[in-house]
């Protein structure tokens, strides 16, 4: 693949609060794969797409030849049903790898239906980690050490957090290089994102000084409608350049895609949403935020 430039005809696109839209090229084939830079998918709202921006941005940067892993952080399982596992007949999912020192990640990885995308699946065994954790030493950097066997395999590991700011998000934050929040275009997106940087900067202090916000990422946008673009010109003046040029069409179309358990680029190749998601792992790459 080439990376691809704009034509001197090419009118300049811009992004929904009016920055100019880069053409993001196209990412250069790599020459092998690792270390995983790693990626928080956070916040603690719940439906605000964090599971559905995981499997996509994933699915689009598989596609762009990445080795890339999902990590199921929510008890829901929904990265993982969302994907074709069946949760339920699992013997060993992150919960089991969690909390017992001999279990082998490499037993517990599932290929998905998407060459190069592998998901460490979870299912509701993983509610009781959080309690479990509390007795742990260095329980909030447990999530770190058990990724480290399979660092090198991967190119980028995102990790679906499920909508808390307990010690399970803790753990994937402590194991980030790197957070994405997600944010809905709906009146109160911004409510409790104060609450969330506050978190992250108390892990980058405490426990992991090289976490970054890599971006906020508007999802459920529907540009017919004044109220989405207003949602997005708040977050703009509050967070500036943090906020991605990507944002994510509103469309039944994810939905749909999650009940086929398939990623909305093999779902539907070619509809918006998934243009949008292949243009935010390109732009994610722009960004030096994954290989
Ligand atoms: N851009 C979108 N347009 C329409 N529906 C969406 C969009 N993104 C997610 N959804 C739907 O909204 C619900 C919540 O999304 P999800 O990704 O599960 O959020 P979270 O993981 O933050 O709880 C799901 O039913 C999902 O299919
Ligand atoms: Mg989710």
Redesign the pocket.
Known sequence: MTSQAPTATDEQAHDPVGRPLPAFAVPAPLGGHGPARIIAMC?Q?????????TINLAAALAEYGRRVLIVDF?PQG?ASVGLGVSTHELDNTVYNLLMDRRADIHDIVVQTGVPGLDVLPANIDLSAAEVQLVGEVARESVLSRVLRPVADDYDVILV?CQ?SLGLLTVNALTAAHGVLI?LECEFFALRGVALLIETIEKVRDRLNPRLEVDGIIA??FDPRTLHSREVVARVYEAFGDTLMHTV?????K??DA?VAAEPITTYAPTHA?AVAYRQLARELVARGDAA
């Not at 994510?248 to 039944?252: A, H, P, Q, W, Y």
């Open positions: 916040n709202k719940g439906g605000v797409g964090k599971t559905t921006t929510d929904a679906d909508p997600p999802t459920m994510i069409g509103r469309t039944v994810f939905p999650s949403g």
